[in-house]
């Protein structure tokens, strides 16, 4: 009998929730005596999604609930004694097993605070522990933060096309890549700064605000409009918003408001009216303008129909009336990208008889594509104002000197001294040894925390079209090392 597909799915362990390849490496670590060197990984994306200047870091209170709960039940194992090679044996032998049984997690992690702004080749988690351990975490970390942090990242960009006073709903479940997708979406949304959701789920386990209309299918199913409109009064006679496009928006619109007129003479008040087609700049004026005529000018009226951060720019550069956005596909599947190209990177590696780091890089024939080595950490240097100016990434091992210099990874001839004393560190203590010594805020807390950092960005970086490059650099001393480093392990090839 084949395992339910969704409630089988959340078992009180998700230690499978990997790649096979993470597995097989661990078994030949263990083979070859290494799965206890120390090893240091980062994860980060190499460039901020959307074509934008920036990211809101996400997904880390998902990762920390993940990594608490690391362990490989008897089920997990009873299935991976069950896999076969090529050649039919057991891909894993009965001692790995037992080895996998015993294991517990003890690594650190440092990790940037979720809403945090972030930008390219920055880590946004330091793994350090045992080599075998750090590999295994890879796969389910960067699921996680990756689609958060996406999705985190096009929600800061619908908050900021929509203004500070405008109110931004999701409402994507029913577009959403599965349940996972669409309850995943929701979080991340709200931290990203939408104002509630559709998603009852979401709200149920994530605190987040739950709004909703109703269905064309609800006017559809009485006679005419006007006694749908005044069915669903009757039904929630504080919180109505009435869908008005089923079959004439603005004929809608004067259906709403002679039931808004009825609802007004029973000590109640209509809370707004939905478009969901048809030329919305136009439709929303008009709209408007009936509203404030029939004397319901705090009548909102709520939008929808694949609105994204351009479409939301556009309308109010057309001088849309609509004050409140209901964004669905194109925020849930992070329309016009398809992932964030989070990757997991070793960066340094302790030698065989444990006295000194090695520290490692992967080369590519692309200069963005060559991994930092090092212990990294992040500094980002801030203005009189407390906003961003600049960051560094450093390697830890080694002294900082006085007077700094960041270079940038991909262009070493441009350089930017560093004159300013105020800076925060990003990456903060969040495992000890595999116990977590950090208290997480609130996703509520988070969202504020976001909206607050994409606020303190210059408009140029927010900006959506060719936005300016914010400067993040490798101080000198560490890229000079990985220079020498690409020069040590690049092979001479004859002309």
Not at 6 to 31: H, K, N, R, V
Not at 58 to 65: E, I, K, T, W, Y
Request: some cysteine.
């Amino acid at each position: 009998m084949n395992p339910a597909p969704l409630s089988g799915l959340y078992t009180p362990s998700l230690s499978l929730l990997t790649d096979l390849y993470q597995l097989t490496m661990a078994y030949g670590y263990w083979q070859q005596g290494m799965q206890d060197r120390e090893a240091v990984f980062h994860l980060y994306f190499r460039k901020a999604p959307f074509e934008g200047g920036y990211a809101v870091a996400a997904g880390l209170a998902l990762a920390v609930d993940w990594l608490e709960n690391f362990r490989f039940s008897e089920d997990d194992l009873a299935y991976l004694g069950s896999l076969k090679g090529s050649q039919g044996a057991t891909l894993f032998p009965t001692d790995f097993l037992q080895y996998l049984r015993d294991l517990k997690f003890t690594c650190d992690v440092e990790a940037i605070a979720e809403g945090t702004v972030v930008f390219g080749n920055e880590p946004l988690i330091r793994v350090r522990g045992p080599l075998l351990q750090a590999q295994l975490l890879e796969t389910a970390l960067l699921t996680l933060v990756n689609f958060q942090t996406l999705i985190a990242t096009k929600a800061a960009r619908i908050r900021e096309a929509a203004g500070p006073t405008d109110q931004v709903l999701e409402f994507g479940l029913r577009r959403a890549q599965g349940f996972d997708g669409g309850l995943g979406a929701s979080r991340a949304a709200y931290l990203g700064g939408v104002d509630a959701t559709s998603n009852v789920l979401a709200g149920q386990r994530y605190g987040i605000p739950v709004k909703g209309t109703h269905a064309h299918s609800w006017v559809m199913a009485f006679e005419d409009e006007p006694t749908a409109f005044a069915a669903y009064a009757n039904a929630f006679p504080d919180d109505s918003v009435f869908l008005v496009d089923t079959y004439d928006t603005l004929e809608g619109v004067r259906h709403a408001i002679s039931v808004a007129r009825q609802m007004r003479a029973n000590g109640h008040e209509l809370g707004g009216i939905r478009l969901d087609s048809g030329d919305l700049a136009y439709l929303s004026r008009e709209a408007r303008a009936l509203l404030d005529e029939a004397g319901f000018p705090k009548t909102r009226i709520v939008a929808s129909n694949d609105l994204e951060e351009n479409l939301i720019t556009s309308l109010k550069l057309q001088g849309a009336r609509i004050d409140t956005w209901g964004i669905g596909t194109q925020l849930v599947t992070a329309y016009n990208q398809a992932a964030l190209g989070g990757v997991y990177k070793l960066a340094a590696l302790r030698n065989a008889d444990n006295t000194a780091w090695d520290f490692t890089l992967k080369l590519s024939e692309q200069l963005a594509k060559t991994s930092i080595p090092g212990i990294l950490q992040v500094r980002r240097y801030l203005n009189d104002k407390g906003h961003p100016r600049a960051d560094m990434l450093y390697n830890t091992t080694e002294p900082l000197p006085e007077q700094l210099t960041i270079v940038d990874p991909l262009d070493p001839t441009r350089r930017r001294p560093i004159r300013s004393t105020n800076f925060r560190e990003l990456l903060e203590p969040v495992f000890r040894q595999g116990r977590r010594i950090l208290d997480l805020p609130t996703l509520a807390e988070s969202r504020a925390h976001a909206q607050r950092e994409v606020q303190s960005l210059d408009s140029s970086i927010r900006r959506f079209l060719n936005p300016h490059t914010y400067p993040v650099g490798l101080e000198e001393s560490l890229n000079t090392f990985r220079t020498n480093l690409i020069l040590e392990k690049r092979p001479l090839r004859p002309a």
